[in-house]
């Protein structure tokens, strides 16, 4: 998913630089939103982790 966010950020840049800022603004607005669901997804994954924890491994058989 960072790796769209960085996509997104190349092509509104790309399009600001060539006068098209209707699509640099679209790009920019999308990029953002998938930063900060990704931003949220990594502190959801944190909280559940902290509170779950690693399970052991299982016993060798």
Do not use: D, E, H, K
Request: hydrophobic share 70%; glycine share 6%; proline share 8%.
């Amino acid at each position: 998913m960072l790796y769209w966010v960085l996509v997104f950020m190349v092509l509104a840049v790309v399009a600001g630089l060539l006068g098209f800022t209707g699509v640099s603004v679209a790009a920019a607005q999308i990029a953002q939103l998938l930063f900060f669901i990704f931003i949220v997804l990594l502190l959801l994954s944190l909280i559940y982790y902290l509170v779950v924890g690693r399970n052991p491994p299982p016993p060798p058989l």
